[in-house]
């Protein structure tokens, strides 16, 4: 006994929702297509559970953050899925998977077959249990990476209100939560292993900076440590968390940011991997040509860095991973996915954007004192990666600018000097050896439409950005 689709999309998560859209634009037919996901809720906007949704006031709750908003897309209610014709199956785990044979085998035991499978199953959390450490199951012990976990985060914070929380891990997740939580009025101390925080990306002149905003907002450093274990009260709840010197931090919660895994389980044996995930080619295909795989599970190449493999953790790569493959699968000459990575976060008033690849030669440039400044990385002589915090959007699309072109740097101190400047001028300036910048390939045309479509958006997306940005 079983269902039969033609498409199905394991996973409800951001990389769904992007692709269900793209399904209904590329014309599915009613009862072809079929979501299956764990969680109870229709694909949402993971971004938004450490930002606008732990805000003391008037926090973001569904539907407001349902995909596709974070592009200022349609926002796909439950019942839009419905109109569509789309079979949205909540609360479902799928247990075991066969794709030699095209079929699902949910936890309850109905059998549903497809004749394209995406997969698109994310990652879970990182739990201390991996790392040795027991207790992660006490009450006031949270993680972040659905709904359910922050609404247990948001019940515990509200039950010890102005209390001692501890943070361990200085990853992006560990840093919007330290922000969250004081904007709670919880005192926060952080503690990871690392010389300084968000280790994979940072430099330590950056670090700095933002170690040095969250300590003017009463935040605690404690670096090159990690928690060996908790020390719990009668009922079972931690009271204290005990790091590797033995130091002993109060605590009436905590919240455990330490990275994530990608959900491969089910195909281990069946699929290629490579890179902790799933191995597809550049339209989202993995080693079984009736499976794709999109989001943070797959791992794809990126034509940008010469076609090496990528697993990406960002939600930009979700969205556009997953609009890919559906495209891929409904019109077959479709391309390889040409990707510029892009990761940004936002904590208290801060806001960063990173594209690229953080290698090579790191030149910082802007006024770090006033909270305007960024950094290129320079590998083998051109821009492949660029950084920057509290800048504008057209700063931004500048720095994309950069690294996508892979502007060309003759003179690494006129680069430093020229700052956001020298990423402005890629898309303004011909190139000329004097500038100190030349770009790969002519890239001007296609900017300059792009600018004027941007443009024209801009005034009436303002409104609604402003608003979009308490909440994402
Ligand atoms: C709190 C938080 C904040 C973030 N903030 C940012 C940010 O500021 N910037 C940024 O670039 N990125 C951010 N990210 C990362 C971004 O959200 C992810 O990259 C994105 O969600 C990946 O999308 P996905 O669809 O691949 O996976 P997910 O969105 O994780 O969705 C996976 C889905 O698959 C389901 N699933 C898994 N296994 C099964 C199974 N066996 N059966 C049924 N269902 C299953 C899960 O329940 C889930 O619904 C953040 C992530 C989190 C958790």
Same mark, same amino acid.
């Given at each position: 006994m079983?269902?039969?689709?033609?498409?199905?999309?394991?996973g409800g998560?951001?990389?769904?929702?992007?692709?269900?859209l793209?399904?209904?634009?590329?014309?599915?037919?009613?009862?072809?297509?079929?979501?299956?996901s764990e969680e109870?809720?229709?694909?949402?906007?993971?971004?938004?559970l450490?930002?606008?949704?732990?805000?003391?006031?008037a926090?973001?709750?569904?539907?407001? *953050?349902?995909?596709?908003?974070?592009?200022?897309?349609?926002?796909?209610?439950?019942k839009w899925y419905?109109?569509?014709? +789309?079979?949205?199956?909540?609360?479902?785990?799928v247990?075991?998977?066969?794709?030699?044979?095209?079929?699902?085998?949910?936890?309850?035991?109905?059998?549903?077959?497809?004749?394209i499978?995406?997969?698109?199953?994310?990652?879970?959390?990182?739990?201390?249990?991996e790392?040795?450490?027991?207790?992660?199951?006490?009450?006031?012990v949270?993680?972040?990476?659905?709904?359910?976990?922050?609404?247990?985060?948001v019940?515990?914070?509200?039950?010890?209100?102005?209390?001692?929380?501890v943070?361990?891990g200085g990853g992006?997740?560990g840093?919007?939560c330290a922000?969250?939580?004081v904007t709670?009025?919880?005192?926060v101390?952080?503690?990871?292993?690392?010389a300084?925080?968000?280790?994979r990306?940072?430099t330590?002149? +950056?670090?700095?900076?933002?170690e040095?905003?969250?300590?003017?907002?009463?935040?605690?450093f404690?670096?090159?440590?990690?928690?060996?274990?908790?020390?719990?009260?009668s009922?079972?709840?931690?009271?204290?968390?005990i790091?590797?010197?033995?130091?002993?931090?109060?605590?009436?919660?905590?919240?455990?940011?330490?990275?994530?895994?990608?959900?491969?389980?089910?195909?281990?044996?069946?699929?290629?991997?490579?890179?902790g995930?799933?191995k597809v080619n550049?339209?989202m295909q993995?080693?079984?040509?009736?499976?794709?795989?999109?989001?943070d599970?797959?791992?794809?190449?990126?034509?940008?860095?010469?076609?090496?493999?990528?697993?990406?953790?960002h939600?930009?790569?979700?969205?556009?991973?997953?609009?890919h493959?559906?495209?891929?699968i409904?019109?077959?000459?479709?391309?390889d996915?040409?990707?510029?990575?892009?990761?940004?976060?936002?904590m208290f008033?801060?806001?960063?954007?990173?594209?690229?690849?953080?290698?090579?030669e790191?030149?910082?440039?802007?006024?770090?004192?006033?909270?305007?400044?960024?950094?290129?990385?320079i590998?083998?002589g051109?821009?492949?990666?660029? *950084?920057?915090?509290?800048?504008s959007?057209?700063?931004?699309?500048? +720095?994309?600018?950069?690294?996508r072109?892979k502007?060309?740097?003759?003179?690494?101190?006129?680069?430093?000097?020229a700052g956001?400047?020298?990423?402005?001028?890629?898309?303004?300036?011909?190139?000329?050896?004097?500038?100190?910048?030349?770009?790969?390939?002519?890239?001007?045309t296609?900017?300059?439409t792009?600018?004027?479509v941007?443009?024209?958006?801009i005034?009436?997306f303002?409104?609604?950005?402003?608003?979009?940005?308490? +909440?994402?």
């Amino acid at each position: 006994m079983g269902r039969a689709f033609v498409y199905v999309i394991l996973g409800g998560g951001v990389a769904a929702g992007y692709a269900a859209l793209e399904f209904v634009r590329r014309g599915v037919s009613h009862g072809e297509l079929c979501i299956i996901s764990e969680e109870s809720v229709a694909p949402y906007e993971r971004p938004a559970l450490s930002k606008g949704y732990l805000l003391p006031e008037a926090p973001a709750r569904l539907p407001a *953050f349902h995909t596709c908003v974070g592009t200022n897309d349609e926002r796909l209610l439950p019942k839009w899925y419905k109109e569509h014709g +789309i079979e949205l199956v909540l609360g479902t785990r799928v247990k075991s998977t066969d794709v030699r044979r095209k079929v699902l085998i949910t936890a309850t035991g109905e059998t549903i077959s497809y004749k394209i499978l995406i997969i698109a199953t994310g990652a879970r959390a990182l739990k201390l249990e991996e790392f040795g450490v027991r207790g992660s199951d006490a009450e006031n012990v949270c993680y972040l990476r659905n709904l359910a976990d922050t609404n247990r985060l948001v019940d515990v914070m509200q039950n010890c209100s102005g209390g001692n929380a501890v943070v361990i891990g200085g990853g992006y997740i560990g840093m919007e939560c330290a922000a969250a939580l004081v904007t709670n009025r919880m005192k926060v101390t952080m503690v990871f292993p690392e010389a300084h925080c968000m280790g994979r990306l940072f430099t330590p002149k +950056i670090a700095e900076y933002y170690e040095n905003y969250y300590k003017s907002k009463g935040v605690k450093f404690i670096k090159g440590s990690v928690l060996t274990s908790f020390e719990n009260d009668s009922e079972g709840k931690v009271k204290a968390v005990i790091l590797k010197d033995g130091t002993c931090l109060p605590a009436d919660m905590v919240v455990v940011g330490i990275g994530i895994r990608p959900n491969t389980g089910l195909f281990e044996d069946q699929l290629q991997l490579d890179k902790g995930g799933i191995k597809v080619n550049g339209r989202m295909q993995a080693s079984n040509a009736s499976v794709y795989a999109v989001g943070d599970v797959a791992a794809f190449p990126v034509k940008l860095f010469g076609n090496e493999i990528h697993r990406l953790e960002h939600v930009d790569s979700a969205r556009k991973t997953a609009k890919h493959a559906v495209a891929a699968i409904m019109a077959p000459t479709t391309g390889d996915l040409d990707y510029l990575p892009f990761f940004y976060s936002r904590m208290f008033t801060l806001s960063w954007q990173f594209y690229g690849d953080s290698i090579g030669e790191v030149v910082h440039y802007g006024d770090f004192s006033s909270g305007n400044f960024g950094a290129y990385w320079i590998h083998k002589g051109v821009i492949v990666g660029a *950084f920057l915090e509290g800048g504008s959007k057209d700063d931004y699309e500048a +720095i994309a600018k950069a690294v996508r072109s892979k502007a060309i740097v003759n003179n690494i101190a006129e680069v430093e000097r020229a700052g956001i400047e020298f990423a402005l001028r890629v898309g303004q300036q011909a190139a000329t050896p004097e500038s100190g910048l030349l770009v790969e390939r002519p890239i001007y045309t296609q900017y300059a439409t792009a600018g004027v479509v941007v443009a024209l958006s801009i005034a009436g997306f303002a409104y609604w950005y402003g608003r979009r940005r308490r +909440i994402l």
